[in-house]
């Protein structure tokens, strides 16, 4: 968005000393004295009073705390404070022309929540160009891994096409295929066979919402509740039956349940204005004028939908009411079970960058899992997912630097994922208070 709104902005020395800090890669830093939740299964759930120290972007050791002057680190004290890994989103769209909110803010609203990570659902050459900007240091951004653009249209796709597409799509640095909807059974088959080929992960959505059959073709990970949902109101036993090989294959899901709760028109848009004006989610950074407009934007969309349909606009808001519903009560019977989920609550309407992830979480934990098996979905599982284990997830010596600073336990109340003090991206330390009047200049006059 750009608006242009008469609101104060200006850096505390912190912030520009912060600014220089982020284009020195060889900055060494150490955190003091800090109460560890690494998600590694060999190490306790917290390392009381540690010490980790950071060079060249890595996690050079963790010891237990003592009086070292550390010469030549920036010390940042970490007493009474919680150091965890980076938080993966693992299904957003990222901006297009169209969109509320453009690159920048997208960026910057995921890192003030701790998300250190991105995969990009809906990929595109500019997105590939993006991904080479942050890695460039040219703006501040997550780590990106990025779909190919993607296959739905049954009547002109062809095995040979597919093959050349997703062979230039992998020279061009997409990470993986992405399978959205429209094509036949066969189709989907042939694109799962061309994928496997070339050595390319295959996600998204079920083919014709048919679980079943997304497991039977080990597509790695499995996206929304719908096919979830459908299968179990269809035959139950079955469903389990699924589940249980899609675990003994270590596929994943990302069920995206937040989503639903708040594009769903589950609330009336009376309901949903007053809770993001009343709440607003500390959104501090975003004028009252700003979020009216945000708020607008997807009351129109949701108003057309109405005007068009009533009847069908009923009958939707049923459906998403009684999914959501039976899903929430599956999610922790599947977990038990060893369901491998992924965390997001993707993009769209009334969906707040980075916010709206930790609702996300909250509602896993609602469902009855555990604050810590809800923080090894959103970094352990989704670094394993990505085939990258041995680079990111947990606070581990020798991987990539990326970590969050909180002011609380969020083993103890998950909420607590919203006290974030500093976001650790690639070893560069980024305040909250330097990245929100970062991101505040995207709402402020010229």
């Not at 796709?157 to 059974?185: H, M, P, T, W």
């Not at 994943?252 to 004006?277: C, D, I």
């Not at 919203?418 to 990245?435: C, N």
Request: net charge positive; with cysteine; hydrophobic share 40%.
């Amino acid at each position: 968005m750009r608006y242009a709104y008469l609101f104060p902005l200006f850096f505390c020395l912190f912030f520009c000393k912060s600014l220089k800090a982020q284009k020195t890669s060889e900055k060494k830093t150490v955190i003091r004295n800090v109460n560890v939740i690494s998600m590694d299964p060999a190490k306790p759930a917290v390392l009381q009073k540690q010490d980790v120290l950071i060079e060249h972007g890595l996690i050079k050791s963790l010891k237990p705390a003592n009086r070292s002057n550390y010469k030549g680190y920036e010390v940042i004290d970490g007493t009474n404070k919680y150091l965890i890994p980076g938080l993966a989103d693992m299904h957003v769209h990222l901006p297009n022309k169209n969109s509320v909110f453009q690159d920048s803010e997208f960026q910057l609203m995921s890192l003030l929540s701790g998300v250190t990570t991105m995969r990009q659902m809906r990929g595109s050459q500019n997105n590939l160009a993006l991904r080479e900007r942050i890695n460039k240091g040219e703006m501040l951004g997550c780590q990106l891994y990025i779909s190919t653009p993607f296959f739905r249209n049954s009547k002109t796709f062809s095995a040979e096409e597919c093959r050349d597409s997703l062979i230039k799509y992998k020279q061009q640095g997409y990470d993986f295929v992405k399978y959205l909807y429209g094509l036949n059974f066969q189709q989907y088959d042939t694109l799962v066979n061309i994928a496997r080929s070339l050595h390319m992960d295959l996600t998204g959505h079920a083919p014709r919402n048919d679980l079943q059959k997304a497991v039977a073709a080990n597509q790695l990970s499995i996206e929304h509740i719908d096919p979830f949902v459908a299968l179990y109101k269809k035959d139950s036993n079955l469903f389990w039956r699924v589940v249980d090989t899609m675990v003994s294959k270590h596929l994943y899901t990302l069920p995206n349940v937040y989503w639903y709760v708040a594009t769903g028109m589950q609330t009336s848009m009376e309901q949903k204005r007053a809770f993001y004006e009343h709440n607003a989610y500390n959104i501090a950074f975003m004028p009252k004028d700003s979020l009216d407009a945000f708020i607008q934007t997807y009351t129109d969309e949701d108003m057309k939908v109405y005007r068009k349909d009533p009847v069908e606009f009923a009958k939707n808001v049923l459906y998403d009411s009684e999914s959501v519903a039976i899903y929430k009560k599956l999610l922790l019977p599947m977990q038990k079970r060893g369901v491998q989920f992924l965390i997001s609550a993707t993009s769209g309407d009334f969906i707040i960058p980075g916010y709206n992830f930790i609702d996300e979480m909250k509602l896993f934990t609602a469902a009855g899992i555990t604050p810590y098996d809800v923080l090894k979905c959103a970094t352990t599982n989704a670094a394993n997912c990505m085939h990258a284990a041995n680079e990111w997830g947990t606070i581990t010596e020798r991987k990539r630097a990326d970590m969050v600073l909180l002011a609380d336990n969020p083993l103890e109340d998950i909420d607590n994922l919203r006290k974030v003090e500093a976001t650790i991206v690639r070893g560069k330390i980024l305040t909250h208070d330097s990245l929100l009047q970062e991101l505040k200049k995207y709402y402020t006059t010229p």
